[in-house]
């Protein structure tokens, strides 16, 4: 088990959570349409990758351990942009937001590489 990785996933889940409350009380009213967006586009992409590396943590393999830290900072890269323009930050941090998404995509063809060419 990697601790660090079990502790990320679960912070990573438990902010998604903070997160997507906040959003359905506080800034429902507030945000229009397309931030509301952003805002559920973020934490969806969030909370599925926390248990991504929530799990990757609790399977043990070394080898699962690089994939995940790409999760981690691809999902922290995509739902910090989103959440922030959804709060009014500029737009040009959509620029910024495929970096994350490039970054989990890494992670999963990553994971998806060391799996298959493992040898425990």
């Not at 902010?15 to 931030?35: E, I, N």
């Not at 586009?41 to 995940?68: C, N």
């Not at 691809?74 to 922030?84: E, S």
Request: aromatic letters at 10%; hydrophobic letters at 55%.
């Amino acid at each position: 088990m990697h601790r660090k990785l079990v502790a990320t996933g679960a912070s990573l889940a438990g902010v998604a959570v903070l997160l997507g409350a906040f959003g359905t009380h506080a800034l429902a009213g507030r945000l229009g349409p397309q931030a509301l967006g952003w805002w559920q586009t973020a934490i969806q992409y969030q909370a599925w990758h926390a248990i991504g590396i929530f799990a990757l943590g609790l399977s043990g393999p070394d080898w699962t351990r690089r994939p995940a830290w790409l999760l981690a900072a691809g999902v922290l890269i995509f739902a910090t942009t989103l959440y922030a323009m959804a709060l009014g930050a500029p737009r040009w941090l959509g620029a910024v937001t495929p970096v994350g998404g490039l970054l989990m995509i890494a992670g999963w063809g990553l994971l998806v590489w060391q799996a298959i060419s493992s040898r425990d």
